[in-house]
């Protein structure tokens, strides 16, 4: 089949013979039919048609005796986190260091089988999880779906504050600034603020 590679996985046909759709394991061989990136049939086939038409163009993928599954979302995620200590080696780190950071940890992610991540917060001035994700989508690179938040927002010496460092002066993300960790916001109208500027930013 002559196609282009975003049209390639978006219109496919796969033979495969051991599937899980969610709620059962399906053995022996299947047809699974997607169309625009959604998968919209599952059908079950007879072993003479599987052997026939694996050697054809009918078929995109033979994933014969191998197992496919739904892809995990991972409801919980800091792609741009990596070590107990985030906080002072957060400092340590560069903007773009923590957005190539992201996107690493993010494509390690995808060939694990994490199709969806929601980013429940990241550190820095900047948003390195939706940065990664721009670039994904901005040059067909193979990256998971992104969802989440871009910073946490957290009151003064609350989670998001940086707690670690004392007796020094660092700049700290307000409701208009960036900094090291989370959003600081104490108060309705800062908490307004913060959070109107995270969806600004990309946050959902």
Not at 45 to 62: K, L, M, R, V, W
Request: glycine share 12%; with cysteine; proline share 4%.
């Amino acid at each position: 089949m002559d196609k282009s590679l975003t049209d390639r996985y978006l219109h496919m046909k796969i033979l495969a013979d051991l599937i899980f759709d969610g709620e059962e394991v399906l053995k022996g061989p299947h047809s699974i039919v997607v169309e625009d990136g959604v998968f919209v049939s599952v059908t079950a086939i007879s072993p003479e048609q599987g052997e026939s038409s694996a050697s054809t163009p009918e078929y995109d993928f033979d994933y014969s005796g191998k197992f496919i599954m739904p892809g995990l979302i991972d409801c919980h995620s800091h792609p741009a986190i990596v070590e107990e200590d985030y906080q002072m080696v957060s400092l340590r780190m560069g903007e773009g260091e923590k957005a190539l950071l992201a996107m690493h940890r993010m494509r390690e992610m995808l060939l694990h089988g994490w199709t969806t991540i929601r980013v429940a917060g990241d550190p820095g001035q900047s948003f390195p999880s939706f940065e990664a994700r721009e670039y994904f989508k901005k040059y067909s690179v193979s990256g998971p779906t992104v969802v989440g938040a871009g910073h946490y927002i957290s009151v003064t010496g609350g989670g998001g504050d940086l707690n670690q460092v004392h007796n020094c002066h660092v700049m700290r993300m307000t409701s208009n600034s960036g900094g090291f960790d989370g959003a600081i916001a104490d108060g309705p109208i800062e908490m307004r603020k913060a959070v109107r500027n995270e969806i600004k930013r990309g946050t959902m």
